[in-house]
């Protein structure tokens, strides 16, 4: 079942010149409820600016989006706040936490926002706090912890509003191995538990756990890996197909 469509999406920007960039042409795609993308390209070919549309943070110049049948085009201004909160989790390569505001704070922003009791909150986050395996640092800042430890809370607080889907940006550039991996481990638990995932990497090792690759280029997705079960192993079959891309970009110039 198709959770997000994107149809025909185009977008086009002005410089302040009246030069006009395409950075997307033509994208289309589905993410079926439960799916786990990557997204991957080289700098400037897409991928961040059709991040920033799935997040209903840019419009399209044509095409349409629709998250569980709702048209981004049909959203008022006055509430897409309410609708990236509801609908929409996001998880960061720099964390975006907030230094004068302890890690179980931070998680509460989204449910502070949308006025929840503090009984309901307390309630969703011991629940988190034990999956992720933070709940004995929840009262900690977050220059007291590792960077591991922020990108669990900033995961926590993607999550607690149980979104309809989790938009990943980079989320373990800022990481080392380890602390990548763990948080590759939580995405694979969490998808496995039926949460929906879009992450947009640079790492061939982040893009080979997901189900499905998405590879951009010039604005356009040319190319694309769909994993037969979860177990299957598609490292190589990305590491070549951005290999290739990347040479023949330097071929070209």
Request: hydrophobic residues 45%; without cysteine.
């Amino acid at each position: 079942m198709g959770i997000l469509k994107v149809q025909s999406v185009k977008k086009v920007y002005q410089s302040r010149r009246g030069a006009k960039v395409e950075a997307l042409s033509d994208i289309s795609f589905t993410v079926n409820k439960g799916e786990y993308i990557a997204i991957m390209g080289e700098s400037g070919s897409g991928k961040s600016t059709l991040l920033n549309i799935l997040a209903s943070l840019d419009e399209v110049t044509a095409g349409e989006v629709l998250l569980e049948g709702m048209s981004y085009k049909e959203i008022p201004n006055e509430k897409l706040a309410a609708f990236r909160r509801e609908h929409l989790g996001f998880v960061f390569q720099d964390f975006n936490l907030l230094d004068q505001f302890t890690l179980k704070d931070n998680i509460f922003l989204p449910l502070v926002m949308a006025n929840l009791r503090v009984k309901e909150m307390n309630a969703k986050i011991k629940h988190l706090g034990v999956a992720l395996e933070i709940e004995h640092i929840l009262d900690k800042y977050p220059y007291e912890v590792s960077g591991g430890q922020q990108q669990r809370a900033a995961v926590a607080r993607a999550l607690i509003t149980s979104p309809s889907l989790i938009l990943a940006d980079e989320p373990t550039g800022a990481l080392d191995s380890r602390s990548a991996q763990e948080l590759l481990d939580l995405f694979a638990a969490f998808h496995q538990a039926g949460q929906t995932i879009i992450m947009v990497t640079h790492s061939v090792y982040a893009a080979s756990k997901a189900s499905r690759v998405l590879f951009i280029k010039d604005g356009k997705i040319n190319n694309e890996i769909q994993k037969t079960n979860m177990n299957q192993d598609i490292t190589q079959q990305v590491f070549d197909m951005q290999s290739a891309a990347v040479a023949k970009r330097r071929t070209s110039l």
